[in-house]
């Protein structure tokens, strides 16, 4: 697919089709990269993106546990009254 450069105040852009927005993933922000002679735009991802899901399988493999049990500090042992 082509695109034309078109000026936009002292700078220039490129007009994206909605199809094509839609189907990279496009939303407000994105980032931009120059590589192998070319531009590359890849969405700007949350930075807990995928998070939740990371946590639900590990909690479903029994890895969020902490072995050996809890680990007791200084304040445990010398300042903490039960």
Known sequence: ???RVVRIGNSRGIRL???LILEAGL???V???VREGGLFVTPVKGARAGW???AA???A???DR???GAVPTRFDRREWKW
Request: proline fraction near 8%; aromatic fraction near 0%; charged fraction near 35%.
């Open 1 to 3: 697919m082509r695109a």
């Open 17 to 19: 089709p909605r199809p």
């Open 27 to 29: 939303v407000d922000e």
């Open 31 to 33: 980032e931009l990269a």
């Open 52 to 54: 939740a899901e990371a």
């Open 57 to 59: 399988s590990l909690a």
């Open 61 to 63: 493999r029994g890895g």
């Open 66 to 68: 902490v072995e050996g």
